[in-house]
C-alpha cells in the first residue's frame, strides 16, 4: 500500500499537466477536467513517484505533471503489473489498468533534457470503474487481476 502524491490534470493535450490538491475521478470517463478524459482506455495515467525522482537527480527542477501523468504514487510496487490489475484509492475509487507504456510520437523535452523519458517503459494507463473524490496524500493499493473482484455498485 502506498499514497498519492500528487494529481495533475490539463485543458488540453499535449501540454505539461498542473498539480491539484484534489480530483473528482467520475466513472467510465476519467478525472475532471483533465483533456484525456473520456469514453476510451487511457483516462487516467499513474506513474510512480520513484522513478520521477531518478529523473530529478539529473533535473531537479522538474515539477509534478511533467510527463503528463495524472496520478503520482509513492509506495506501490509497479514491476510485474499487468493489464486487468486494478488500483483502489481511498474507500472509493476503483482504476483498472488497460496499458502498460506507450509510444512516444515525439521527442518530448524531457527526453532532450535526460536522454530519456520514463512514460513509455514506465506509465500505466487506467479506466475509472468507480468514481469518487481523490486527495494528494490518500492511500493507493494496488490489486492483481488473481485477487477477487469486488462488485462495483
Wanted: proline content about 4%.
Amino acid at each position: 500500500m502506498g499514497y498519492i502524491e500528487a494529481i495533475c490534470i490539463s485543458p488540453k493535450k499535449g501540454i505539461v499537466k498542473k498539480e491539484i490538491p484534489a480530483a473528482n475521478f467520475i466513472e467510465n470517463y476519467g478525472i475532471e477536467g483533465d483533456a484525456h478524459a473520456g469514453d476510451w482506455h487511457r483516462q487516467v495515467s499513474l506513474l510512480p513517484a520513484e522513478s520521477i525522482d531518478r529523473v530529478k537527480e539529473k533535473i531537479p527542477a522538474l515539477t509534478s505533471g511533467a510527463f503528463a501523468e495524472n496520478v503520482i504514487v509513492r509506495g506501490v510496487n509497479f514491476s510485474g503489473i499487468k493489464v486487468g490489475d486494478r488500483f483502489k484509492i481511498g474507500d472509493s475509487i476503483l482504476l483498472e489498468v488497460t496499458q502498460i507504456g506507450k509510444e512516444c510520437h515525439t521527442a518530448c523535452a524531457i527526453k532532450r533534457l535526460t536522454g530519456d523519458c520514463i512514460m513509455p517503459r514506465e506509465g500505466v494507463f487506467a479506466r475509472v470503474l468507480r468514481g469518487g473524490k481523490a486527495n494528494a496524500g490518500d492511500v493507493i493499493e494496488r490489486l492483481s487481476k488473481e485477487e477477487p473482484k469486488a462488485v462495483v455498485a
